[in-house]
């Protein structure tokens, strides 16, 4: 199956190039994604998928969008 992919700030170095698409078996989780684009385990990401906070255990299907981005902190 494939998944768009957007990210931002420093999590766009792990983005995937191209179109954003990334391939992934069925039954794949948002830590299989983040393992596939070899985001390292210290890396904290907040992950949306189709608009909506996920965790690492979530599952995904074909034509899922998610977003990346790092936490936000306030001050």
Do not use: H, W, Y
């Not at 995937?16 to 210290?42: C, F, K, N, Q």
Request: charged fraction near 20%; proline fraction near 8%.
């Amino acid at each position: 199956m494939r998944v768009s992919v957007q990210a931002f700030a420093n999590l766009k170095a792990f983005a995937p190039g191209g179109d954003g698409e990334v391939s992934l078996p069925e039954g794949a989780t948002v830590r299989d994604l983040l393992a596939r684009l070899a985001i390292p385990p210290g890396v904290e990401a907040v992950v949306l998928v189709n608009g909506r906070r996920a965790g690492g255990e979530q599952r995904l299907s074909a034509g899922d969008r998610l977003v990346l981005f790092p936490p936000m902190e306030g001050g």
